[in-house]
Nanobody, 125 residues
Framework: VQLQASGGGKVQTGGSLSLSCAAS????????MGWYRQARGEKRELVAV???????VYAESVKGRFTISSDNARNTVYLQMNSLKADDTAVYYC????????????????????WGQGTEVTVSS
């Protein structure tokens, strides 16, 4: 299984970016897919999750601004990020779990068995 994250870059406050996570060796629609981020000097934290049934979960800090979605034909998961803030600056990672996670498991890194390489997002004023 390989997860290839892309789409990071530099953007001004209030701007938008769309991240992509292309999966190979695993069907995204049949697994739990998540986006995490890690700011410099901070722990990695959950941003958003999409489960095999299509339901989604978001961190409070990104609700209403970020949208996670999947394209089954492309076997790719996306993270659309709008109204970006300086606090969103981080390296973003996509992750995949072969299990159907309950909500309490989604924020635990060990729940995910595969990780992408990370893509850096910098938001500046």
């Amino acid at each position: 299984v390989q997860l290839q994250a892309s789409g990071g870059g530099k953007v001004q406050t209030g701007g938008s970016l769309s991240l992509s996570c292309a999966a190979s060796g695993r069907t995204v629609s049949k697994n739990t897919m998540g986006w995490y981020r890690q700011a410099r000097g901070e722990k990695r934290e959950l941003v958003a999750v999409i489960r095999s049934g299509g339901d989604t979960v978001y961190a409070e800090s990104v609700k209403g601004r970020f949208t996670i979605s999947s394209d089954n034909a492309r076997n790719t998961v996306y993270l659309q990020m709008n109204s970006l803030k300086a606090d969103d600056t981080a390296v973003y990672y996509c992750a995949s779990s072969g299990r159907s996670l309950i909500t309490s498991q989604m924020g635990t890194e060990r729940s995910y068995d595969y990780w992408g390489q990370g893509t850096e997002v910098t938001v500046s004023s």
